[in-house]
């Protein structure tokens, strides 16, 4: 397992708040020894939550040139036909995955493709397991076109604690199946929209893994 270029500063700054802490602490209260102590074991347990929520495991990717791969780590908490308002602006299929802070935060192209549409969206915080955080939180919104002429429309969604969204791709990319697109700070959800009738793999609170869990079958 390695850490994701993405917590390569939010570590550094971790690490330097925590030997900042601990010499105020061992400074000002050398005398009282319990104080120390759990200034020392709240220290190592904030090193080990932020070093495991950017860590980059080493996986086995799954792939298949009809196959929608799950783009990240969480739990479905919604298949369901929706009108999808951006893009498409008609009916499509809607699978989202909710990422808790304790998963891979690292996001994954579901097809491999041509971008043939990205936007940035500017938005509201609010808790990712809310409807409207579709359409009101910050967000990105991208469109892959399958080599066989299917669009794929996949959302990354801040949360109440996601404040940044980060992402390597753009109009005119090839991208490829299961190769990182973007990273969310925090706990945050991934939509994807897929054509009306598609095969879908998946049940609702299955837990699934990015770049692994087959989302879908494309027709």
């Given at each position: ?87 498409f602006k008609d009916k499509r299929l ?120 087959i989302l879908a079958e494309l027709g």
């Amino acid at each position: 397992m390695t850490i994701h270029k993405e917590g390569y500063t939010s570590l550094a700054l971790t690490v330097l708040f925590i030997m900042l802490l601990n010499a105020f602490v061992d400074y000002k209260f050398a005398d009282v020894t319990w104080l120390r102590w759990f200034i020392y074991v709240l220290s190592f347990a904030l090193f080990i939550i932020i070093l495991q929520f950017f860590r980059n495991p080493s996986r086995t990717f799954t792939s298949g040139e009809n196959l929608v791969i799950c783009p990240a780590d969480g739990k479905v908490v919604v298949i369901e036909e929706t009108e999808e308002g951006e893009y498409f602006k008609d009916k499509r299929l809607q699978v989202s995955i909710f990422m808790s802070p304790v998963n891979v935060h690292i996001n994954r192209n579901p097809i491999s493709g041509v971008v043939k549409f990205f936007k940035y969206h500017p938005g509201k915080y609010l808790a990712a397991w809310n409807p409207k955080s579709s359409t009101e939180n910050e967000r990105t919104t991208t469109v892959v076109e399958h080599a066989n002429g299917t669009p794929v429309l996949f959302r990354q969604i801040a949360g109440a604690l996601a404040r940044r969204i980060v992402w390597y791709i753009k109009e005119g990319d090839q991208v490829v199946q299961t190769e990182q697109f973007g990273f969310i700070k925090f706990g945050s959800r991934v939509d994807i929209f897929l054509p009306i009738g598609t095969k879908v793999n998946l049940q609702l609170d299955q837990v699934v893994k990015g770049g692994i869990t087959i989302l879908a079958e494309l027709g």
